[in-house]
């Protein structure tokens, strides 16, 4: 299970964060667009399969790279839906850090509708169907994630209408229940510990 603790001083927090990775690491997109990598090319998008994933006419499937479904307690279908209504037989502009497919064969990339230039990523997430992933390293890209999401967040659109969107720590019977899912989780960290390339945040004993 993936876990992401987030309080109202988070985006001030990542910023800072993001900016010393951002200083040791490659530079980010190559132009002054935020989350505008490495050119992979266009396509029109013929069928959504999932929350973030897309198939082209060219027979490319396509992850959405930097977000992570924000799944509630609606049906998993009315997330496909809000991406559907958005890619549906639209000529779509890929852009990503790597063209390498994942074990299912897709390809992850930030995309813009066209000809609008509309980055699909920030209107899922001002929309409240989608969460920041936690592997955004290019600190402009994340900022501008981020602050998409934060509005969502502020205004309750979305997943954020859900009271129970951001799961306590003193409720674990509602953490063990989203196994194998993209959760958010606030309370207070008792101790952290390291093992091999995985950092545990520890709520509690168990």
């Not at 299970?1 to 530079?27: D, E, F, G, H, Q």
């Not at 063209?99 to 995309?111: E, K, L, S």
């Not at 509708?113 to 969460?131: F, W, Y």
Request: hydrophobic share 40%; aromatic share 6%; charged share 25%.
């Amino acid at each position: 299970m993936r876990i992401s603790t987030r309080s109202n001083r988070l985006p001030r927090l990542t910023k800072s964060a993001l900016a010393i990775i951002a200083i040791v690491t490659a530079a980010g997109p190559a132009s002054g667009t935020p989350c505008a990598f490495e050119p992979q090319g266009e396509g029109r998008v013929t069928a959504v399969t999932d929350a973030r994933s897309f198939r082209l006419e060219d027979g490319r499937d396509v992850r959405l790279a930097g977000i992570e479904p924000a799944f509630s307690g609606k049906p998993a279908a009315s997330h496909t839906q809000a991406l559907t209504a958005i890619v549906a037989g639209r000529d779509v502009r890929l852009r990503g850090e790597d063209d390498a497919p994942d074990r299912y064969g897709r390809q992850a990339a930030f995309v813009w509708l066209l000809p609008d230039e509309t980055l699909v990523q920030r209107e899922l997430l001002a929309q409240g169907e989608a969460v920041v992933a936690p592997t955004v390293s290019d600190k402009d890209c994340a900022a501008t994630l981020l602050a998409a999401e934060g509005m969502a967040r502020e205004a309750k659109r979305g997943f954020w209408a859900d009271p129970t969107a951001i799961k306590n720590t003193e409720s674990p019977g509602d953490i063990l229940s989203g196994i194998g899912r993209f959760m958010l989780v606030e309370g207070k960290v008792l101790s952290v510990r390291q093992a091999g390339a995985t950092t545990y945040l520890n709520f509690g004993r168990n």
